[in-house]
């Protein structure tokens, strides 16, 4: 009997070892208790694989345009070189005091500079260089935003990208953010300065690494 998606991704977690188990759980619960879109929520088995590639980078600084309530930000802590700091951007002011009241209990609020505003705007406050991007706010922009950072990203760095399959509208799109979304992944596909590869994890994740 072939197992169904849902069973697969049940066998895949049970096989990921996690860190902060409990303090993730209960930032998910949490999210899905109160706030709007949880969604949004970065999964357990791709908050591992943040991890994973920042710590494979172990990058002095990161950048996260678009914090939400933690998760992927405590996720892409983890791999932190010793003194390295990350920079994560929030427009929804709510969200931004979820994301705090985990941080500290992380004890990551010493390593998290924490930035409430437009992302656009606030990009151009901000100096690099960034050894790993990570790029989760919203999709009509993310061209933009990969061009506001890519200078600021060294040789060898990365650039992460959520949701770019966009529960698989971006084969026909149609609605704004799918086109905004597609046009996004062919300007990647067609940079001769990345490599890249679009993995079909939750709603696709784009790991782009600079040549």
Known sequence: MKASDSEIEQYASAHCNYYLTALLEELERKTHLEVMYPQ???????GQLLSFLSSMKAPKRILEIGTYTGYSA????QGLAK???LHTIEVNAETLEVAQYFFRKAGLD???T??????YELLDQLEGPWDLVFLDADKVNYAAYYDKVFDLVPSGGLILADNVLWKGM???PKE?????LADFNSKIQQDKR???ILLPLRDGLMIIEKR
């Open 194 to 196: 990345v490599k890249n």
């Open 83 to 85: 003194g390295g700091q």
């Open 110 to 112: 010493q390593i998290i």
């Open 40 to 46: 949004m929520l970065s999964g357990k088995i791709q």
């Open 170 to 172: 971006v084969l026909h």
């Open 176 to 180: 704004k953010r799918a086109k905004a």
């Open 74 to 77: 405590i996720c892409l802590a």
């Open 114 to 119: 924490q930035h409430h505003g437009q992302a």
